[in-house]
C-alpha cells in the first residue's frame, strides 16, 4: 500500500516536472518563434517599404527654367542631396558614434549593454532618463515608423533594426543614417545641415568642416531645437564641447585639437535662400498634381527634374521693381496697395514670371491668382473682340456715342462727353463706355457670354447683364486668367493655356512626361489681329501711354473700378498688355479698402510698372516688332464724313503772377482746321473727375487762378462744328516747388510744363492723368515714358489716372454698390453703381 502510494506520488512529481519542462519549452519556442515573427515582421516591413530607403539616397526636386539651369530646389523642410560615405570625413562619422552609440561598429542592430545601463540609470533616477536607441534603431525610426511612443513602435523598431543590420553593412547603414538625420531648422542630413549652418553648399565642402563644426552637427541630434547655435548659443556650445572633449577622450583628437575647437566661435548667421521665386515654385507644384496626377508629398520626397517655363530675367525684374515703393500708391494707415503680376511667354502661354503680392510668403495670399473686377481692360474680350469676329463690325465703324438708357441702365462716359457716334477705334483709344455698352447691346450678351468662356475666363451666374462691358464682374477675374486671354491676340485668335511645366523627369526611372498645353481657337485672325491694332493704338495714343517702351511696341489696355468710398478714388488698377515677346497683367489695390485705405492713383501706375518690368526684362534682347499673321491684311475702312485721326493739341502750362495772385497760363498749338472751340479741363488726381472750367472757347489760351496749396493738372479737348470731340491734349500741370519758387521770388517766372515733356501721355481710361514721370500721385502717364523718352502726344485721350471709376471702365458710371445684386457676396468685388441688378436683366431683347 505504501508502495503504491510512493509510486503514485512519484507519478505526480513526474507529471509536474514534465509540464513545467513542456512549458519551459513552450516558452522558449515562443520566444524564438516570437523572435523569427519579429524579424519576419521587420523584414516584411523593410520589403515592403524599401522604397523608402531608396527615398533618401534621391536628390531634393530640381526646378529648372526655361533655358535648363536650376533655378530651385523643391522642398517644405529637406533639402537632401544624398551624400556617399566615402565622401563624409572619417573624423564626422566618428563624432556621431562617439556620442550617439559607441559600439556602433559591434552590435547587431540592438546594444543590450546600453539597454541594461540604460534601464539601471532609470531606475535610479526614477524616471526615464537615459536613451537606449542605436543609430540603426535611429535609422529604423526616422524612416518607417511615426514618432508615437508605444510598446509596440519600440518593438517594431527593434525588428527593424535587426533587419537592416542583416541586410545592409554598417557602412552602408551609416551611410543612410547621416542622409537622414534631422538637424534642425528644416535640415535633414549632414548636407543640408553643413550647408545651412556654415554656408558648405556641395558634397566635397564636407571635408572643410573644421573639428567644432563636426561636433556642432553631432551635437543637435539630442534636440535639434534645444541645441541650435541659432536658438540657444549657450546651451548649444556647452553639448558641443561635451562632444569636443569625447573625442579627445576616445582618440579621435589631440588634446591641443580640442583646446583649440573649443574655442572657435559658434556660427552666428546662416545662409538662407531668397524667395524671388517663391510664388512660381508654389504655382509649380499645384500644376504638377492638377496637369501630372503627381501629389505634393511625391515631389517633396524627391526624385525629380521639373523643366519649367520661368524666365530669370522676367521674375527679378519683377521682384525688383516691386521691392521699389516709388512703383506704387500711397501706403494706407497700416497697410499697403498690394499688386500682382503675371507675365507669360506671348507665343506658348508659357509663364516667364509670378509675383504674388510686395510681400508674398510661402502658400500664402496670390494676387495674380486672386480675383478682382478688371474694369475697362475686360472690354476687348466681353464686346470689341467679339464684334470684330462677328464681321460684321471693324475699327471704322460708328458706334453710337449719345446719353442713353438701356432698360434703366445708364452708363457714362467718363469724360461726361458724348455724341451722336463715334470710331470704335476712337471710342476704345479714349476707352469710353456708352459705345462699348451700345455696341455689347447690339451683338447680344448671350453671344459676348460665349467668347468670354472661350477666352478661359469663368463668370458667375449673375454676370449676365450688360455690366460686363465695363468688367463690372460679380466676382471677377485673375491677372493670370487675363493674360492667357490676351494670348489670343498675339496667336491669331487662338488661345494658349497658361501653364509653368513644360516637362517633369523622374530621375528613378528616367521617364520623361510631357502634357499638351490645351490651345482654343476663339476668334479669327483677322480679327485678333484688328483687335491688335486697336490695343496698340490706345497705348500708342490713348489712355495706355504710360506703358510705352523705348524701342518696343506695345499693346494693351488699362482698367480701374471706381472706390465705394470715395468718387475720385479707385478700388482696382489693372494693365493687361504685351510686346513682341511677353504679355503682362499687373492688378493694384488695397486688400481691403476702409477709409484709411484709400487708392487715388489708376490704371497709368499699372501701366507704367508693367512698361519698366518689360524695358529691364528686355534689355540684353534685341527689340522685335510685331508680325501680321500670314493671310491678314490690313484694313483701312473710313466712315463716310468722318475723320481718319486728329492730331491732338499741344499743350503747355505756365505759372505766373497777376497783380498778387498766381495764376497758371494755358497755352495750345491745334493744326487741325476742323477744330471750332475747346473744352478746358482741371483735375486734381483723378482725370476721370476732371471738371470742365471752360467750355467750347475758340481761343487757344486759358488763365487759371491758383489757389495756395491747391495744384491743378489741366487737359483740352477739341470739338469740331458738329460737337464731335476730338483727341485730347497731353496733360499739362505745375509743381509745388515751383509755385514756391514762384510766391518766393515774388517776381513773374515762367516755370513751362511742356507738353512734350513729361506731360504727355493721356490716359484716356484713366484718362488724363498722365502724370509727371510717374512721381505725380496721377498716374505718371505723361511725362516720360519709362524708357527715358518723352511719350509722344497721345492722339486719345488725356493722359492719366485711371480716374477713379471703373474708369475707363465705364465707370463714370460708376460707383460701387457693396454688394453686386442680392445676398451680396461680402468677398465678392464692389460693383459700380450704375450697374444694374445682375438678378435683374438687362438684355433689351426680354
Do not use: C
Not at 535610479?124 to 518607417?144: M, P
Not at 583646446?259 to 524671388?276: D, F, I, M, R
Not at 496733360?731 to 513773374?748: A, C, D, F, R
Not at 474708369?807 to 464692389?830: L, M, Y
Amino acid at each position: 500500500m505504501a508502495q503504491a502510494k510512493k509510486k503514485k506520488k512519484k507519478k505526480q512529481v513526474n507529471k509536474w516536472i514534465l509540464l513545467i519542462i513542456g512549458f519551459a519549452v513552450f516558452l522558449i519556442l515562443s520566444v524564438i518563434g516570437g523572435y523569427f515573427a519579429l524579424l519576419y515582421a521587420g523584414g516584411k516591413m523593410v520589403e515592403m517599404d524599401e522604397n523608402k530607403l531608396r527615398d533618401i539616397k534621391l536628390e531634393a526636386t530640381k526646378i529648372m527654367d526655361v533655358n535648363g539651369k536650376e533655378l530651385s530646389k523643391l522642398y517644405v523642410l529637406e533639402d537632401r542631396e544624398y551624400v556617399t560615405i566615402d565622401k563624409v570625413p572619417k573624423k564626422l562619422v566618428q563624432a556621431f558614434v562617439a556620442v550617439e552609440d559607441k559600439r556602433f561598429f559591434e552590435h547587431n542592430g540592438v546594444d543590450m549593454i546600453r539597454i541594461g545601463g540604460a534601464i539601471w540609470k532609470d531606475i535610479r533616477a526614477g524616471s526615464a532618463v537615459e536613451g537606449a536607441s542605436t543609430i540603426t534603431q535611429q535609422l529604423a525610426k526616422n524612416v518607417f515608423l511615426s514618432h508615437e511612443k508605444t510598446f509596440w513602435r519600440k518593438t517594431k523598431e527593434v525588428s527593424i533594426a535587426i533587419n537592416l543590420e542583416n541586410r545592409f553593412t554598417k557602412d552602408q547603414i551609416m551611410e543612410m543614417y547621416l542622409n537622414k538625420i534631422y538637424l534642425g531648422h528644416g535640415a535633414y542630413g549632414i548636407k543640408a545641415a553643413a550647408n545651412y549652418y556654415f554656408g558648405k553648399e556641395k558634397a566635397e565642402h564636407l571635408d572643410t568642416l573644421t573639428t567644432a563644426e563636426i561636433a556642432q552637427l553631432a551635437a543637435i541630434p539630442k534636440g535639434p531645437s534645444i541645441y541650435s547655435p541659432f536658438n540657444n548659443p549657450a546651451k548649444s556650445k556647452e553639448r558641443r564641447d561635451t562632444i569636443i572633449r569625447l573625442m579627445a577622450e576616445q582618440g579621435i583628437i589631440t588634446v591641443q585639437e580640442k583646446e583649440a575647437a573649443q574655442q572657435e566661435p559658434l556660427p552666428t548667421k546662416k545662409v538662407t535662400e531668397g524667395n524671388s521665386y517663391q510664388a512660381f515654385l508654389d504655382y509649380v507644384v499645384d500644376e504638377a498634381e492638377e496637369r501630372y496626377g503627381i501629389a505634393e508629398n511625391e515631389l517633396f520626397s524627391g526624385g525629380y527634374q521639373i523643366y519649367t517655363t520661368l524666365n530669370t530675367d522676367v521674375q527679378d525684374a519683377m521682384v525688383k521693381n516691386f521691392a521699389n515703393a516709388k512703383n506704387f500708391p500711397k501706403d494706407g494707415k497700416t497697410n499697403q496697395v498690394d499688386a500682382g503680376m503675371v507675365v507669360l511667354d506671348a507665343k506658348t502661354g508659357g509663364i516667364a514670371g509670378i509675383v504674388g503680392g510686395r510681400n508674398y510668403v510661402h502658400k500664402g495670399w496670390n494676387n495674380a491668382l486672386s480675383l478682382h473686377q478688371p474694369g475697362s481692360s475686360f472690354k476687348p474680350l466681353a464686346v470689341f473682340a467679339p464684334a470684330l469676329d462677328t464681321g460684321k463690325w471693324h475699327a471704322g465703324s460708328q458706334l453710337s456715342n449719345k446719353r442713353q438708357s438701356f432698360n434703366g441702365y445708364e452708363p457714362r462716359n467718363w469724360n461726361n462727353q458724348y455724341s451722336e457716334s463715334i470710331r470704335m477705334d476712337k471710342a476704345v483709344q479714349m476707352s469710353l463706355n456708352v459705345p462699348t455698352v451700345w455696341l455689347l447691346n447690339e451683338i447680344g450678351i448671350d453671344k459676348s457670354l460665349k467668347y468670354i468662356k472661350d477666352f478661359g475666363i469663368s463668370l458667375d451666374p449673375t454676370d449676365r447683364n450688360l455690366s460686363i462691358a465695363l468688367g463690372g464682374l460679380h466676382k471677377g477675374t485673375s491677372p493670370l486668367r487675363m493674360a492667357q486671354a490676351y494670348t489670343a491676340f498675339t496667336n491669331g485668335g487662338v488661345v494658349k493655356e497658361a501653364h509653368a511645366i513644360d516637362k517633369i523627369k523622374d530621375l528613378r526611372t528616367g521617364k520623361e512626361e510631357i502634357r499638351p498645353v490645351k490651345e482654343t481657337q476663339v476668334i479669327s485672325p483677322n480679327a485678333a489681329w484688328e483687335m491688335h491694332e486697336l490695343l496698340r493704338n490706345a497705348v500708342q495714343s490713348g489712355t495706355g501711354t504710360s506703358a510705352k517702351m523705348k524701342n518696343w511696341p506695345v499693346a494693351g489696355k488699362t482698367g480701374t473700378t471706381q472706390s465705394a468710398l470715395s468718387s475720385k478714388a479707385n478700388k482696382d488698377a489693372w494693365f493687361v498688355g504685351y510686346n513682341p515677346r511677353y504679355i503682362g497683367s499687373i492688378w493694384m489695390g488695397f486688400p481691403k479698402e476702409d477709409k484709411g485705405h484709400i487708392m487715388y492713383d489708376g490704371s497709368s501706375k499699372t501701366a507704367r510698372l508693367f512698361s519698366i518690368v518689360m524695358q529691364e526684362a528686355l534689355k540684353n534682347e534685341k527689340p522685335l516688332d510685331f508680325e501680321r499673321p500670314n493671310g491678314v491684311s490690313e484694313r483701312h475702312e473710313v466712315e463716310e464724313n468722318q475723320e481718319v485721326a486728329t492730331t491732338p493739341p499741344a499743350l503747355s502750362v505756365r505759372l505766373t503772377i497777376e497783380g498778387s495772385q498766381p495764376v497758371a497760363l494755358l497755352m495750345w498749338d491745334d493744326a487741325n482746321e476742323k477744330t471750332t472751340g475747346y473744352d478746358v479741363m482741371r483735375y486734381l488726381n483723378n482725370p476721370e473727375s476732371a471738371e470742365k472750367i471752360s467750355s467750347k472757347q475758340s481761343g487757344k489760351t486759358f488763365v487759371d487762378q491758383v489757389k495756395e496749396g491747391v495744384l491743378y493738372k489741366y487737359f483740352v479737348v477739341p470739338y469740331d462744328e458738329n460737337g464731335n470731340p476730338g483727341s485730347p491734349s497731353n496733360i499739362g500741370e505745375v509743381s509745388t516747388k515751383q509755385l514756391e519758387e514762384l510766391l518766393q521770388n515774388g517776381e513773374n517766372q515762367h516755370e513751362e510744363n511742356n507738353s512734350g515733356d513729361s506731360h504727355n501721355s493721356t490716359e484716356g481710361d484713366q484718362s488724363p492723368n498722365n502724370g509727371s514721370n510717374g512721381s505725380s500721385e496721377q498716374e505718371g502717364h505723361g511725362n516720360t515714358d519709362n524708357s527715358g523718352n518723352s511719350n509722344s502726344t497721345p492722339q486719345g485721350l488725356p493722359n492719366g489716372n485711371n480716374g477713379g471709376n471703373n474708369q475707363d471702365n465705364g465707370q463714370g458710371h460708376g460707383q460701387v454698390n457693396g454688394s453686386s445684386g442680392n445676398g451680396a457676396d461680402p468677398n465678392a468685388s464692389q460693383r459700380p453703381a450704375d450697374i444694374p441688378d445682375p438678378n435683374q436683366s438687362t438684355d433689351p431683347s426680354q
